[in-house]
């Protein structure tokens, strides 16, 4: 019904710069939040930055001040710019979706992308 398929990740170094980006296409009648969680081995899967309706950005503490999220809602695409990464920042990255289909509500997500800080 719904894909979520995300573009970027990578290997970066300490210090470096990544973007990520994420495509909603399929049966959407609208979406109600885009955003971003990440799970490192061995944790569970956290948020990392969400954007609903109203364009207003939440992030975790840990992000705030270097990932910028930003969406692009005639495109169904969500966007997360990454700067100042940290060897902690590694993780493997999933785009998530609240998205209207038809007369239900449903939560997707992407199939993930790895982001590796590391020198």
């Known amino acids: 019904q719904v894909q979520l398929v995300e573009i970027g990740g990578g290997l970066v170094q300490p210090g470096g710069s990544l973007s990520l980006s994420c495509a909603a296409s399929?049966?959407?009648?609208?979406?109600?939040?885009m955003g971003w969680y990440r799970q490192a081995p061995g944790n569970e899967r956290e948020l990392v930055a969400v954007i609903i309706n109203d364009g207003n950005p939440n992030y975790a503490e840990s992000v705030k001040g270097r990932f910028t999220i930003s969406r692009d809602n005639a495109k169904n695409t969500v966007y997360l710019q990454m700067n100042m990464l940290k060897p902690e920042d590694t993780a493997v990255y999933y785009c998530?979706?609240?998205?209207?289909?038809?007369?239900?509500?449903?939560?997707?997500w992407g199939q993930g992308t790895q982001v590796t800080v590391s020198s």
């Open positions: 399929g049966s959407i009648f609208s979406i109600y939040r």
């Open positions: 998530n979706a609240l998205v209207k289909v038809r007369s239900n509500i449903g939560d997707y």
